[in-house]
């Protein structure tokens, strides 16, 4: 026990004394995935939004498809990204491979699918009612579908949450098309592998703690919103999600 | 008092527009009109007339089309046949300016993420009123149902009784000429429904020309209503005052439909003494 101790101890004074190592990949870890989920949202929200408003032939394909991204394993993603931009791939000619941006975009794959998943759960979760009661008061179409929206507004907001998490925490995309290469590309979790396998303890514990202690803020965020927001007489409780499906 | 179709055994209504030849054409009228889910005819309405002045009730029990016919006589849902004429215009799903006229209150209050006086404001937001305007036929509203202290106050604290007063002001506020009502009582405890249901005739009487009440309880129907439509299997089998229905029901339907027992005071005679109606 006493490993963890010691490691525990150091990771506490590593923290407090804002040791620049351990700041630096920090702010490049929330600067690559906010912007990324930032992207995901803008690509997720609206089509997770439209399928589960619509009707159409083919529409349970397009779940499918939607849902077979929430199992989409982040490695996989990373190896697509990487044939995608090495040197021989379509994209080679950019030189992006190890660099913020090839993990910017493989966070964005991996990202997009949550949001669209989790914020179509959450549309259709609002009872098809509220649009008709919408129109019943005099709104046009438009007005009514944006009110039918924003009732699933917690849902949404989980599903940015939950893709946020999704990639915050994750290894192995970053892993294999950002190199973790130090002040450039290395992040949180890389660096968690990086200096565990370097006996550094300490510093992986105090990396560690950093990545839980964000994902229970964010967690308890929204958790405190849905605790306030319970909906008895919208008719509209928020989608039975979970706050953020932590992956690895 | 407030019990206006209970007074009188053959109520009129209160604006009736008088009969004769020079009668304008009712406000609302449905002629033929079916509505299928897969094979199965939800809804097959010959004929069906909201007048000016009346509350009109629909009267079935569970499965029986009520809240279908709901919903196409609002505009919301398109019929798969007949027509539906609005002040003798033949009016179609999603009219823009037909559904202004109109306001709904459905069966669950349905209120918007927000305040009681968003919610108010609502269908005045629609219509791009004025915002002094608005606020003023919010507090208007808000008085009417006893409710202005609760304005500020977010939707999803209140009391399945208070919604469906905002869910009543909401509609109110929009100063609607026809108001459809789908059972608005039925999930209220039976306190509550009562003083509701009091609120409910005298604000509906005073405020919309005209309100067609969709109801499965006897109750609702018979205090609320000038005249009962009785709906079965999504035909109309009789429609007629409170009065005709007890004294001649066409059918074992309606007859069972207003059996004494499930009627309220005035109609089966116990608050006056004087023995039930029909059959004593």
């Known amino acids: 026990m006493d490993l963890f101790f010691d490691a525990a101890v150091q990771a506490a004074r590593l923290l407090l004394s804002r040791d620049p190592y351990v700041a630096e990949i920090l702010v ?107 129109r019943a008061l005099g709104a046009g179409p438009a007005r009514a579908l944006w009110t039918h929206v924003r009732e699933a507004w917690l849902g949404l907001g989980a599903a940015v949450v939950a893709g946020f998490g999704s990639i915050f925490s994750e290894v192995g995309a970053v892993m294999m098309v950002g190199g973790n290469i130090q002040g450039e590309t290395r992040v949180l979790t890389t660096a968690i592998v990086l200096e565990a396998r370097r006996g550094h303890f300490a510093i992986a514990l105090a990396l560690g703690m950093i990545v839980l202690a964000i994902a229970f803020t964010v967690n308890l965020l929204l958790t405190r919103l849905q605790q306030g927001e319970r909906a008895r007489t919208s008719g509209a409780p928020g989608p039975p999600v979970p706050a953020a499906a932590w992956v690895e | 008092m407030n019990r206006h179709p209970a007074a009188s055994p053959s109520p009129a209504g209160h604006r009736s527009a008088g009969d004769g030849a020079t009668a304008p054409p009712p406000v609302l009228r449905a002629e033929g009109l079916r509505r299928r889910y897969g094979a199965r005819l939800i809804v097959d309405i010959s004929e069906l007339e909201l007048r000016s002045g009346e509350i009109l009730a629909v009267l079935g029990p569970n499965g029986a089309g009520k809240s279908t016919l709901f919903r196409l006589l609002l505009l919301l849902e398109r019929a798969d046949g007949g027509r539906i004429l609005y002040h003798g215009r033949e009016v179609r799903a999603g009219d823009r300016d037909a559904m202004r006229r109109m306001a709904g209150v459905f069966q669950r209050p349905l209120l918007f ?168």
């Open chain 1, 28 to 134: 490049l870890s929330l600067r690559i995935s906010g912007i990324a989920v930032l992207l995901g949202m803008m690509a997720g929200m609206p089509v997770g939004i439209a399928v589960a408003l619509a009707r159409f032939p083919g529409r349970d394909a397009v779940v499918a498809m939607i849902h077979t991204g929430f199992a989409l394993p982040p490695v996989v993603v990373g190896l697509f990204v990487y044939m995608l931009l090495s040197r021989q791939g379509p994209l080679g000619g950019l030189e992006l491979v190890f660099t913020p941006t090839a993990m910017l975009l493989a966070q964005v794959i991996i990202a997009a699918p949550y949001v669209a998943g989790i914020s179509l759960a959450a549309v259709q979760a609002v009872p098809p009612d509220v649009r008709l009661q919408a």
């Open chain 2, 113 to 280: 993420r927000g305040t009681v006086e968003q919610n108010v404001g609502y269908g005045l937001r629609a219509r791009r009123t004025s915002r002094r305007e608005r606020a003023e036929r919010v507090e208007e509203a808000l008085a009417l149902l006893g409710i202005d202290h609760l304005a500020r106050a977010p939707v999803q604290t209140l009391s399945g009784g208070e919604a469906q007063r905002v869910s009543l002001a909401r509609a109110l506020a929009t100063r609607p000429e026809i108001l459809f009502l789908d059972e608005p009582t039925a999930n209220l405890d039976i306190l509550v429904r009562r003083r509701f249901r009091e609120d409910l005739a005298r604000l509906v009487r005073a405020r919309t020309r005209a309100a067609l009440l969709i109801t499965h309880d006897p109750v609702d129907a018979f205090t609320l209503a000038d005249r009962i439509a009785v709906i079965h299997s999504g035909r109309i089998v009789q429609v007629g005052s409170p009065g005709e229905l007890i004294d001649r029901p066409a059918t074992p339907f309606v007859e069972a439909f207003t059996r004494a027992d499930l009627l309220p005071a005035p109609w089966t005679g116990t608050s006056t003494g004087a023995p039930p109606t029909r059959r004593p």
